[in-house]
Every structure is written in C-alpha cells, then in structure tokens.
C-alpha cells in the first residue's frame, strides 16, 4: 500500500536536483537527488495513518527507487530530536549494504548524552525515546560497508569534486556542514556534564531544546545552484553560536540560495535576519517550512513568516496543523466533558491526519525552476 | 461444621464449611483493612461473593467502586511558574489522538510551591476521569498523577551502567 498518490512518484531526470520535504506537524525529512551523487536523505520522522505508524521519507523512496538500484549516497541525522530520528533506524535498515555514507554529529558530548540517558531510565525516567536503536543501526550500517562522516562545521558530506553530467557538462558539487561550532558543542558538553547525577538529589532535566546546540545545518553547491538546509539552529547572543558563527564565518561568505528549508520550524529564533539578507543576496530563494506544535507554541510564528516574506520569492509549509473544537465528536460522554472543563484551563484536540504531503521542487543546473508541487496538505502561503 | 477466618482484612471472618469450594471471588480483589474494594476498568461493578446456604456475604463496610471512563498519558511541554499553570500534550492511547490540554497548578498540587519539583518539561503524569459509585448518585473524579521524583542513589550507578550496557552493546564490542 504507497501513502502517496501514483501521479507523484515519478523521478527526476538525470541533469535533475530534486528537493522534496516533509513534515506533518510533528517531524521532517528531507530527500534529496544531487545530480552526479545519488539520493540522500536528511533526517526522519514518523506519523501515524489511521491505524498505520508511517516513515514518510521511506514509503517516498520505496515508491520512486527501482528494485534494482536502490543506492543512497548519504543518510544524515542532524541533532537527537525525536522529530528528527524517528524511523530512521528503519530506513538505514531497509537500505542496509547499499548506503554510501552515514552522517551524524558523533563529537564531544555524544558519550555524555548516551550516559545521560541511561541515568534517566534508571530513574525510571523517559526521554529521547528510540534513539538508541538509531544509533544501533548506524553501527550495523557502518558495519554493511557505508562510511561515517562525523558532522560538526566544515564537515564535508559530498567533498567538492568535478563530475560530469548527461546533457549538461563537467561541474562541481558538494555538500558541506555549517554547524555546529566549536562553542554550541563546548556548550551542549558542559549541560550534559552538569546533569551528572548527585546522591540525594534528583536527577537535572535538560531541556528539549537544548539538543538544538548541536543542530548541523548544510550547504548544497552544484552547478549555478546553491541550497541551504537550515535544521533546527536558532540565533544566540554570542557570535560564535548558531546562526551568527555561520554567517561571520570567514571559509562561508556566500551563502546566497536559490531554496531554503527554514530553520527551527520558522520560529523567531530560527529566522535569522542577516542569514536572510546573505541567502537573498543574489535572488530571492524558495522558502520551506516543516510546521511543528509544543505547548501553546505552533510554528511557524507570525512573526518568523512576516520577517521571511521580505527575503524570498515563494514560501511553503510541508502541512497544516489543525484542532478540532467540538469534544463530543470524540468524548460523547457528558462525564468526560464535565471532567475536562473541571480540571482544565483549556483543551484542545489535535486533528489527525488522514495523507502525507510534501513539497517538491525540482531544478536544473542553471538554477531553471522546472517543478514546484505542494501536495496537500502542503500548502503555498506565498 | 469446620470454621475458618478467610483471607486477611475481611471485616468479619467467614464461618464456612468448605471456602475454597463454594466462594465465587470477583477479579480483581483489593484487601484494606475493613473493606473489600472491586476495581475494574470496564465492567460494571459485582463485589457479590456468592456462597451458598447459611454463609453469610462479606459485607462492604465502605462500598465504593471507581470505574475509569478515561484516561490520558500526558507529557509537560511547556512551564509558566509566574502565570501559576502549565501545558501539556495529552495522548489517548484508545483513541490514538493528541490533545494540548492547560493546568493550573492549584488544580493538580496541594502546595504550588512543590511545582517545580513534578512539574518540569517532560514531566509525565497519568490523567483520569472516573465516576464513582457509592451510596447516591455516582460522582465523577479527576485524577492527575505525576510520578515521584527519584532521588539518585550511589547504587542507581550501578543499574545505570548495566542500563547503558543495554542500550548501547556496540560500545563495548571490540572493533
């Protein structure tokens, strides 16, 4: 059974690149067709389909990828958010013995968050759920014959190298990390460190968000294009963190794009303004959002939106988080409804999704824009 | 006639000829002292033990019964200590759907200052709606129930690294 339409599961070309992303409100993914390299995938979520638990970015390639080549030159995962890794311990076991490269931030701190979680279970404590099997089947993808390519600023994933492309000519591709600084990761290490557990104290809850420090963002070159996948690195006070210490440094001056898949689910602290003048610098770039919902927060903000308008040529969001309003449609008993209002301040119900959509956007070498799909419930705001 | 006091926390011991023969207990049974409760999920409520002839039935001195008519897993997401309330996303695991739901602090903790202690990002609790039945028209409850925080002993050291074992052998696999 495919969760997407025929009419969508077509390949691109060759002399093609394809960007297609992901996202239902809670996760995204991003695949990738470089021209001359092969697929590649950067993270991965999963949702559920009525009574299905789905790993979009697989059911995608399983629908495109012919049986009998069925090669990934990378699979990367960005930083240890559960809406990030989600299944990607199946998609590197689906394509166990023909992936090329393994790409994850695998630096200082990685010891200590791995120790980290095995104190919170022992606490009985939960969080990162199913991370530990993602890092497993990077072991045995490892083990299957794919190189590991450790991601921290500057890594290469796809070093700059010439190639040669049908019916377009010899050119040079790369595919490099901008993140995350040698200061987010001193800074993500001293966290994990100081919730080192004390006898006679509880054990220190980080904060979700703190994995962010070592969020790796990427730079695509190929050709006349270029391309920026934002993760979710957000803004700090500090110039060496986050998006200042991409912008200010000096091995990245030009960080113009033709699409940008927008950082931190275009939150305010994801939407770096002078980032956007540089992606902007030399035409306006498509914009991507994956959108995503904690608490009362939904992403993108207005305010993110507002300040990308001004910098890009079209905007898409991979979804639509919706709430249904009336209980009864699911709580029909007046007990229960008597129950909520009781006990809460206010409840609402988060619609489920019935398909995936996505946002596809095929281009050739020249920059040429030859496909922009949004499969609903991906949407067009701009 | 053979006379046997049955089980521990009955309120008044069962004079019977044969117990184990005759006593049809209802499933699950909890013993307190002086009562006997019957909690089910999804049944109604039977706490009769049926015994035959002149055995008497064991009484329940306090006869409540709760039934659950709901529940949620719930995960905190967000904190507003100032604002006195927090939010947190809520899974019907029946149901398979997400809810965000508000709480005010004075709603789930007696003593608001003990909030930062349970109620943190990623705190999990239990979220329940039951009715009760007793004596009178059933009631509805409102539980939330946050676990308690562990405090760390030097022997949790240990069950960590057999923990860390577990969830990472390649660690300590020769390459």
Known sequence: MSFFQNEFLTTPKN???EVTILGTGYGESIILFIPGVGWGIIDSFSTKIKTNTVVPALEYLKGILPQQDRRIAFIALTHPHEDHYRGLDRILENFLGVTERVCWYSGNGTNELKQYLAFQKATGGRSLVGYPRVLTSIQNSIKNGAQLRRLSELTEIIPNRRIDIEDYGSTNVSLVSLSPSALNIQKYTEILLG???????TLKPIEDREHNLISVAMLLKIGNVQMVFGSDVETYPNTNMGWNAIITNRDFPDLSADLVKVAHHGSENGVNVSAWRKHASNKKPIAILTPFIRGNTILPSEKGTNDLKKYTEKIGITSKIEFETNLYDYYSRNTVERGIKRKTRGFKIIKPIDRIGFIRTRMLLDGT?????AVPPAYWIK | MNTQTIGKGFLESIETQDPIKHFRKPFPLIFEENTITSIKNDATYSSTLNVP???SFARRRTGNTEKIVEWWIGSVE?????QGYFVARLLDFKRQIESIAEFDFADVLEDSTEANIYIYPGAEFAFSILTKHGSGSPTTEVILE????????????????????ELFPDDFKES
């Open chain 1, 369 to 373: 824009i030859i496909e922009n799909t």
């Open chain 1, 15 to 17: 002399n093609e690149i």
């Open chain 1, 195 to 201: 919730a080192y557990p004390v006898p006679g104290r």
């Open chain 2, 53 to 55: 002839g002149e055995l």
């Open chain 2, 78 to 82: 967000e904190v507003y200590l100032n």
């Open chain 2, 146 to 165: 946050f676990n308690t925080p562990h405090i760390w002993q030097v022997e949790d050291f240990k069950k960590a690294e057999e923990i860390y074992e």
